[in-house]
């Protein structure tokens, strides 16, 4: 069984920076596709990027693209989620995810995916984005 643990999420300004991560504590994560979805609350959680295994291809959400990067670090058995210019509407709890590997191999699903196209979840951290 994978466990996920997200950390980094904090309150910051409108304009800031802030790398979240996404750690396996029990698997490794290089296996597997890995996706970041966040939630805002009264809404349906998004997809924002995702990495695959192996050529570590990437795909963003339209609403963070050229102001989000998402990579992985092997060694450290992590992914991340680096997050520039935040807006106010960044606001939500992030959340990191493995892809279904019976769906998708270790790709990433199109255009990031939807919650049902990924299987094992972390806990969530919270991004604050407000003046």
């Known amino acids: 069984q994978v466990h996920l643990v997200e950390s980094g999420g904090r309150l910051v300004q409108p304009g800031e920076s802030l790398r979240l991560s996404c750690t396996g504590s029990a698997w490794n994560l290089d296996y597997y596709a890995v996706g970041w979805f966040r939630q805002a609350p009264g809404k349906e959680r998004e997809g924002v990027s995702c990495?695959?295994?192996?050529?570590?291809?990437?795909s963003y959400a339209d609403s963070v693209k050229a102001r989000f990067t998402i990579s992985r670090d092997k060694a450290k058995n992590a992914v991340y989620l680096q997050m520039n210019s935040l807006e106010p509407e960044d606001t939500a709890v992030y959340f990191c995810?493995?892809?279904?590997?019976?769906?998708?191999?270790?790709?990433?699903?199109?255009?990031?995916?939807?919650?049902?196209?990924?299987?094992?979840w972390g806990q969530g951290t919270q991004v604050t984005v407000s003046s």
């Open positions: 990495i695959s295994a192996t050529d570590t291809s990437t």
């Open positions: 995810a493995t892809v279904k590997v019976a769906a998708h191999g270790s790709r990433c699903p199109h255009s990031v995916g939807t919650p049902n196209d990924y299987d094992r």
